[in-house]
């Protein structure tokens, strides 16, 4: 069609379809609660007296149409505060990425939501615990939920949900002093968790956790203590070989000093002779002084053989070879 208006009307569809209203603003996945927060807070920071304008908490219970919602971001205002909202806009984005945010968000306050807890998608089939005696249990829950519209903008997402109700069932089992008591009953978890009010600061309402599974897994004190022993035990062993060698050397540190002293003593007994033969020559040893040695020294070699304490010398004093 030649129309210049539709013309115009067409490339000015195709511009807002590419690039729908406040995306360049956020640098989240489109369509994620982090996505809305992002162009929610742009356009309230730059475009403050919209808020004042509209008058959105005035609206409740009126009828209210709104021509190029855009990506519903005002329009989002008007259905938490009771608005019987309409939106219509130029594109098909626009129109899906608004649609996506209020939409579920109403039906989730209406009909409440169940989540898995932990997420499957996440690779993590069940939650572990070890109770106070050691033993592991595996546990997996299912959280009921329902959209707190007045907390929908600024409130933590689902992943927050799950985060908090995985540390409380894990706290909860933990606090248990034996596995059969959380075994026999399950609400003990469901109970301990519901105390801590962890859906605060969140976009939904607890509704109910429901534990939905609960295994008995591994004895973990057991390993651990295990682990210990054997740790305690190559400890042991190489304090033990360190003794042993520091022993050795000192063995045969020992027997260096031994060996020392017989050859010190073995230098001794060899200058006994030339002392004998001096003496002789400077006269400070007579015969009958000899003689008296030698009687001595045969007495001696005899008491030592007798007592097998000693080995016989010949008259020069030297061990026969």
């Known amino acids: 069609?030649?129309?210049?208006?539709?013309?115009?009307?067409?490339?000015?569809?195709?511009?807002?379809?590419?690039?729908?209203?406040?995306?360049?603003?956020?640098?989240?996945?489109?369509?994620?609660?982090?996505?809305?927060?992002?162009?929610?807070?742009?356009?309230?920071?730059?475009?403050?007296?919209?808020?004042?304008a509209a008058d959105f908490a005035a609206s409740r219970g009126a009828r209210v149409l709104e021509i190029g919602c855009g990506l519903g971001t005002d329009g989002a205002q008007f259905a938490k505060a009771g608005a019987d909202y309409t939106g219509v806009d130029l594109t098909a984005a626009a129109i899906d990425l608004a649609g996506r945010d209020i939409l579920d968000a109403v039906k989730t306050s209406v009909n409440p939501k169940v989540i898995d807890c932990p997420d499957p998608a996440k690779g993590r089939p069940t939650l572990d615990g070890v109770c106070k005696n050691g033993i592991q249990l595996k546990a997996r829950a299912r959280v009921t939920v329902r959209t707190k519209l007045d907390r929908l903008v600024g409130g933590a997402t689902e992943e927050t949900i799950i985060a908090r109700v995985g540390e409380g069932i894990v706290k909860a089992i933990g606090s248990a002093e034996h596995h059969t008591d959380v075994l026999a009953n399950p609400n003990l978890i469901s109970q301990a968790v519901l105390k801590n009010s962890l859906d605060s600061q969140?976009?939904?309402?607890?509704?109910?956790?429901d534990v939905a599974e609960i295994d008995v897994g591994a004895n973990i004190g057991a390993e651990l203590q295990a682990n210990q022993a054997a740790a305690d035990l190559r400890v042991a062993q190489a304090n033990a070989e360190k003794r042993r060698a520091l022993a050795v050397a000192l063995e045969q540190e020992m027997r260096a000093v031994v060996e020392e002293n017989r050859a010190k003593v073995v230098l001794s007994e060899a200058e006994v002779p030339r002392a004998i033969s001096e003496a002789?020559?400077?006269?400070?040893?007579?015969?009958?002084?000899?003689?008296?040695?030698?009687?001595?020294?045969?007495?001696?070699?005899?008491r030592n053989t007798i007592a097998g304490a000693g080995t016989p010398r010949n008259d020069r004093g030297e061990k026969p070879s």
Request: aromatic share 14%; proline share 5%; charged share 30%.
């Open 280 to 302: 002789f020559r400077s006269g400070r040893l007579g015969v009958m002084d000899y003689y008296n040695l030698r009687n001595l020294q045969s007495d001696t070699e005899m």
């Open 1 to 52: 069609m030649s129309d210049p208006n539709f013309q115009m009307k067409e490339r000015v569809r195709a511009f807002w379809q590419a690039n729908p209203c406040g995306t360049k603003f956020a640098d989240a996945e489109p369509g994620s609660r982090r996505f809305y927060e992002l162009v929610e807070a742009h356009r309230y920071q730059k475009e403050w007296h919209i808020p004042e």
């Open 202 to 209: 969140t976009a939904f309402e607890i509704v109910s956790i």
